[in-house]
């Protein structure tokens, strides 16, 4: 393989980073009471180290009682947890790498595994996860204002500690998604309706209120996905023209690059093409797309949840798509988490060290 093209260096606004290669945002939970600690800046510091474009944190929540399901996912507000983010912004940037944090509400969940649950119920738009499934209360107007400026709160905080991005969490089931989607979205005032660009009122004005606390010259990334975890086949916009009418009013609103997250990026998104949600975004909107999917391995990312390993694949169908222009950068997963050395090894061609993704790494965070 010649990767060469995916060591080109990348620049849009505040964004200025060496290579293509992104590291995808994986929840790691090793955030006591939501503090980053020195382990997790050494865990991105080491991917840095290891060449890594830019990193994208894992999910980290904005300021809001129940935005958690997991009292060990790191907020992204308070004093203690901002000083571990800075903590986390500083060794990336003396490594040399570049790093944005992906700010987050996960909306109505299921209760966590370990039996903490936060102290006031779980809000979404209609307080269901999945269709028939009620573990929240519907949010008011008055609660959406007040997530709408915590994202922003949040963007600015970013901004303040020296970050080089944002991404808006907007894919995978959590609150913004669960006002996309029809299954979840079952209100009748401005913030519903039949269609999908109705239901990305929520999502726009997030977006927009972003804009305006990190101003016009930092780069704002949204991560989206068609699919559900309670969904894997569901399509939000079933044909290129819905797409459009969904993601143009995202760009409008202030977004520079689109995370377009599928389980695997080689599928097509709609028939008659082989453009994935990555090319068609970037076609459609002529914005910059971040393509991801179980890059540089054999099985997808659901598969690891589910306790299956995956072996080390070819990155040449990757390299196809990128060389055409489909999308500008390539977002990889399970290979960063099990191997922080992973992207260096592909640069120096070095394939046969690549290693496969065993699911004890979920269990740790690994730095060698």
């Not at 499934?133 to 905080?157: C, H, P």
């Not at 079952?186 to 309706?193: A, C, K, V, W």
């Not at 819905?242 to 990026?265: K, N, V, Y």
Request: contains cysteine; aromatic residues 10%; hydrophobic residues 40%.
């Amino acid at each position: 393989m010649n990767t060469d093209s995916l060591f080109r260096p990348f620049s849009l606004k505040s964004l200025n980073i060496k290579n293509r290669i992104v590291m995808a945002p994986m929840t790691r939970s090793f955030s006591p009471n939501g503090v980053p600690t020195e382990d997790v800046a050494l865990y991105y510091r080491k991917r840095a180290e290891g060449e890594v474009g830019l990193i994208l944190s894992e999910g980290t929540v904005i300021n809001r009682p129940s935005s958690s399901n997991d009292a060990n996912v790191p907020h992204f507000y308070g004093t203690e947890a901002l000083a571990g983010w800075q903590q986390v912004i500083n060794n990336v940037h003396e490594a040399g790498g570049a790093m944005g944090p992906q700010i987050w509400h996960m909306g109505v969940m299921d209760n966590h595994a370990s039996g903490w649950v936060p102290p006031v119920p779980f809000e979404g738009p209609s307080g269901i996860n999945r269709p028939g499934n009620n573990n929240g209360k519907t949010m008011t107007e008055s609660d959406i204002a007040d997530v709408i400026a915590a994202f922003g709160q949040a963007a600015a905080d970013a901004k303040q500690l020296g970050f080089d991005c944002v991404e808006i969490h907007g894919a995978h089931g959590y609150l913004i998604d669960q006002f996309f989607w029809e299954g979840t979205n079952l209100r009748t005032d401005s913030y519903g309706g039949k269609t999908l660009p109705e239901r990305s009122r929520f999502a726009i004005e997030v977006i927009k209120e972003v804009r305006k606390r990190v101003g016009d010259d930092f780069a704002v990334i949204i991560r989206l996905s068609q699919f559900k975890p309670s969904a894997y086949d569901n399509k939000l916009a079933a044909t290129p023209q819905e797409m459009e009418a969904w993601l143009t009013p995202l760009a409008d609103a202030g977004i520079d690059i689109f995370h377009c997250s599928q389980r695997r990026f080689w599928e097509p998104e709609f028939t008659d093409s082989d453009l994935n949600f990555a090319g068609w975004a970037k076609k459609l909107t002529g914005k910059a797309t971040i393509t991801v999917g179980s890059v540089g391995l054999s099985g997808d990312f659901f598969g690891a949840f589910a306790g299956e390993s995956s072996q080390a694949s070819s990155l040449d169908e990757l390299l196809r798509r990128y060389d055409r222009g489909d999308f500008d950068l390539v977002a990889v997963g399970r290979p960063l988490l099990s191997d922080p050395q992973w992207t260096k090894k592909v640069h120096q061609g070095h394939n046969e060290q690549l290693k496969g993704f065993s699911p004890a790494a979920l269990g740790q965070l690994v730095m060698e």
